[in-house]
């Protein structure tokens, strides 16, 4: 893996810079991708934000997130990738990524495939946000605006700071970054615990039909388009809402499967050491951290819910 020199070195040459994060954007993939947005405009750069999904309402208090947009048919210079284990992951903006002169992938999943040939990946960091810090303290690029970005993507990765992956460092890198001045609780309100009446309707409607198994060990919670109908959301209102499963003190394995066509759903696991939950997403192509993960399953609901508790099951 390549250090910051080789990034550095790539992007003071670059003039033409494009910033590319996952489907289905997360807090850390927003907070890393627009913080280094708005530092290379900083150091003079022409700058592009993709991503192939919108943006929740959630995580449109971002700022700049308004400025995020589907990748064009122009070829960038320098493509880089935040927070994307896998070149897939990048979804329909593959073809622009690759476009790119040259590229570079920044990341901190255990499940990181590489695909790039200089790229940094930091598998300890609770958030790939803790890594665009790092590399941005280097350049000396971190203001108010980025510092802010920067808290809101490690916000969100750490679970406000309550997740295994956050250590001393972690804390570290939240007060440096206080320390700049804009309103922490603020930003832990808007990106960690905000909500819409909307997305309470589908937690409320889908929480009561949770269903455990093994001794309340194993959780899962489905997501069904008539549930986004019924309140008005989509799969993107989802996000986090598993967490209500694997707090439950019994369990240790949570699920969650949200519908995004006929037969084909996205799932999301939690688990409590020493259960590896990138380790069941792996199975079905997948991937991520240790106690959060998640990929793509398809077939018939019932076929599906019975291989996923086996999985758990087995590894219980």
Do not use: W
């Not at 040259?102 to 495939?113: E, V, Y």
């Amino acid at each position: 893996m390549s250090g910051f020199a080789d990034i550095i070195k790539m992007i003071n040459r670059a003039n033409d810079v494009a910033i590319y994060c996952h489907t289905n954007p997360d807090g850390d993939a927003l907070g890393s991708m627009l913080a280094l947005a708005f530092a290379l405009e900083k150091k003079g750069k022409k700058v592009k934000a993709y991503c192939d999904t919108s943006i929740s309402k959630r995580n449109a208090k971002f700022l700049g997130s308004e400025r995020i947009s589907a990748p064009d048919s122009v070829a960038h210079e320098l493509g880089i990738s935040v927070d994307s284990s896998d070149l897939d992951r990048l979804g329909n903006c593959v073809k622009s990524f690759l476009s790119c002169k040259s590229q570079i992938a920044i990341d901190h999943h255990k499940s990181f495939k590489r695909f790039t040939e200089i790229c940094y990946v930091d598998k300890d960091a609770c958030a790939c946000a803790q890594i665009i810090f790092s590399l941005l303290k280097e350049m000396k690029l971190i203001d108010k605006t980025v510092a802010q970005l920067l808290f809101g993507g490690i916000v969100t990765d750490s679970g406000c700071f309550a997740y295994p992956s956050v250590t001393p460092k972690t804390h570290e890198i939240a007060a440096e970054l206080m320390e700049l001045g804009f309103d922490a609780a603020d930003v832990i309100y808007d990106t960690f615990r905000s909500t819409s009446k909307a997305r309470f309707d589908l937690k409320r409607r889908v929480l009561q039909n949770a269903k455990f198994f093994s001794e309340d060990k194993i959780a899962v919670i489905v997501f069904t388009a008539e549930d986004f109908k019924a309140t008005g959301t989509s799969a993107v209102d989802t996000e986090g809402i598993i967490n209500e499963l694997i707090d439950v003190e019994t369990v240790k394995v949570a699920y969650a499967l949200s519908q995004v066509g006929d037969k084909n759903y996205k799932l999301s696991v939690r688990s409590k050491n020493p259960v590896d939950a990138s380790e069941i997403a792996g199975l079905f192509g997948g991937g991520g951290h240790m106690n959060a993960a998640g990929c793509r399953v398809n077939g018939y609901l019932e076929d599906i819910l019975e291989r996923i508790v086996k999985i758990a099951n087995d590894r219980i």
